[in-house]
């Protein structure tokens, strides 16, 4: 059975996973190179790029622009950091025709809060100011805004795989350009990568999707939408025994059961800061007189309300709250 990487830290994987973002970028360029960048940050078990691109990308484009990367990989090219002063980092980009990028300096440089409404918050873009300018890092011909650090030479990156394609909106906002993100993933070894991709394929076929499914419990209908469960009569029965005894052991645990809407404010998801770190997973805005209300991802904001509705004696604490509610994930 394959094993999880070991013996390398989760930094050092972060580290290899941006710089195979890099990677990426200056292989879609040389095959778009109409392509505008947006950013491309280190993520859980691999990395991501967004990408402004002149038409939809195929499975035949990923594996092209998989084979480019590693021939960049194999180029052994070296990372090199400079700073520039920030007129002269804009003047750079905007006459490359970088839009997304300029706008990322004037943001950084303007002062922007890494708590706004935004995906910069997840990006080394973000840090992306050096002791006297902006901080930019190259690998062969190819330049990127960035705080670092990266490996020392593309040859580190190691082994890499595109997995998929999704759609993204600049910095979070659905009223913004609708990007392309590519996701893929890197390890230092092709058996580390192999590995990986065993334990994918073995999750994949025991997915609670999957099984559910085929047990008759739940089924999913493109009349209803994708992602939204009906669940029948053995799931149902099975989702009412389990919701049994979660009621029991939690009301034994001291919690206090809640209930709250399907639906709240949009700027409540403002507030609770999920508009700024979770808006890609969020269904769109829902607009009735005059004002925008968005479907819950999660609970929590409105559990706040409860608590919020009066002031509370420290004696009263702790407080358990707990809800049998239902949540939407884009």
């Known amino acids: 059975m394959p094993q999880a990487d070991a013996g390398h830290s989760h930094d050092d994987l972060a580290v290899r996973r941006h710089s195979a973002a890099h990677v990426l ?19 859980e078990d691999g990395f991501y790029y967004d990408f402004d691109l002149p038409r939809t990308l195929t499975p035949d484009d990923l594996e092209a622009i998989e084979a480019r990367m590693k021939a960049i990989i194999a180029a052994d090219k070296p990372f090199s950091r400079r700073e520039l002063p920030r007129d002269d980092a804009l003047g750079l980009f905007r006459s490359a025709g970088q839009t997304y990028k300029v706008e990322l300096i004037d943001a950084l440089t303007g002062g922007m ?10 990006s080394n873009d973000a840090a992306a100011l050096g002791v006297t300018g902006v901080s930019l890092y190259r690998q062969g011909g190819f330049e990127d805004l960035c705080a670092g650090p990266h490996v020392s030479t593309t040859a580190d990156v190691g082994a890499v795989k595109l997995l998929r394609v999704a759609g993204a909106y600049w910095r979070g906002d659905e009223k913004r350009a609708q990007l392309q993100r590519i996701y893929g993933t890197a390890w230092p070894t092709q058996a580390d990568l192999d590995g990986y991709l065993w334990r994918v394929e073995e999750a994949r076929k025991r997915d609670h999707r999957r099984l559910g499914t ?12 994708a992602g939204l469960p009906i669940w029948g009569e053995d799931g149902a029965l099975l989702r009412s025994i ?38 890609e997973n969020m269904y769109a805005p829902i607009k009735m007189d005059e004002q925008e209300f968005m479907l819950k991802p999660m609970n929590c904001p409105f559990h706040l309300q409860v608590y919020k509705r009066r002031t509370r004696s420290y004696r009263e604490l702790p407080l358990r709250y707990n809800e049998l509610g239902t949540v939407y994930r884009y």
């Open 25 to 43: 970028a200056e292989a879609v360029l040389e095959l778009f190179p109409d392509a505008r960048l947006g950013i491309g940050p280190a993520v």
């Open 113 to 122: 809060s890494l708590g706004a409404r935004d995906d910069l918050a997840v």
């Open 214 to 225: 085929d047990l008759g419990l739940f089924q999913f209908s493109d009349q209803v939408g």
């Open 242 to 279: 389990v919701e049994d005894f979660w009621k029991v052991e939690h009301r034994a645990a001291g919690y206090q059961y809640v209930y709250s809407p399907q639906i709240g404010l949009t700027d409540l998801w403002h507030t609770s800061g999920h508009m700024s770190f979770y808006r």
